[in-house]
């Protein structure tokens, strides 16, 4: 159980492109889902937090506009990176937490973004 | 002061051996803590969670909290080479279902 996938595990673009990045809770419905970079030997930074239904929130510092989050279901939320840059290549992680299993996050395998 | 710290090592330890991983946090009021493993070039798993004060066993892992010293640890037994790899202590506060991450503690268990 607590299986989470995530699409595509691995995308190159274009400067100046916007990339869409899906994560989906197989097994179990996720109330809310979270987005994190990941750089080269460096802990996760959580980016923001969305709820099913509503509005996500950022974390200080992530630009929201740039950032698109949506998480239009139970068991699917995507971040959209938008006029990406080289500076936006990195690990993007997903995780899934459903209610009532005492907050554990389950991870999905990540997308490595890397902009030319 | 970090909200959540890990020694980065590397923590080298003989195959079969225990490997020790501590984790100190800064707020008082956390309630939950987990321990993720993450290998090279992939996402973390939950290996543990501990929510009360004491020692929790899960085969070959043991985490233990002390919420009076406000640190938390990872005991491994018998390492194994397949257990090389970046361990995260993560922490949740009392409002929210945020994690806070440490920076990780990366283990090589030498055969």
């Known amino acids: 159980g607590a299986v989470v996938s995530q699409h595509p595990s691995r995308v190159i673009c274009k400067s100046g492109t916007s990339v869409k990045i899906e994560c989906r809770s197989l097994?179990?419905?996720?109330?809310?889902m979270f987005w994190y970079r990941q750089f080269p030997k460096k802990s996760l930074m959580l980016m923001a937090t969305?709820?099913?239904?509503?509005?996500?929130?950022?974390e200080q510092g992530v630009e929201k506009d740039k950032f698109l989050i949506n998480h239009a279901s139970l068991t699917l939320s995507t971040l959209t990176v938008t006029s990406a840059h080289p500076e936006d290549s990195s690990f993007y992680i997903c995780?899934?937490?459903?209610?009532?299993?005492?907050?554990?996050?389950?991870f999905g395998p990540g997308t490595r973004l890397t902009v030319t | 002061q970090k909200e959540v710290e890990q020694n980065s090592g590397p923590l080298s330890v003989p195959e079969g051996a225990i490997a020790s991983l501590n984790c100190t946090y800064s707020d008082r009021v956390s309630q939950s803590f987990f321990w993720y493993r993450q290998y090279s070039g992939k996402s973390p798993e939950l290996i543990m969670s501990i929510y009360s004060n004491g020692d929790k066993e899960d085969g070959r892992f043991t985490a233990q909290l002390n919420k009076a010293s406000q640190y938390v640890s990872l005991l491994i037994r018998d390492s194994q080479p397949s257990d090389s790899a970046t361990y995260l202590c993560a922490v949740r506060k009392a409002a929210g279902n945020k994690l806070t991450f440490g920076g990780g503690t990366r283990v090589l268990v030498k055969p």
């Open positions: 995780s899934a937490s459903e209610s009532g299993r005492s907050y554990e996050q389950y």
């Open positions: 969305s709820n099913e239904g509503s509005k996500a929130t950022y």
């Open positions: 097994d179990f419905q996720a109330t809310t």
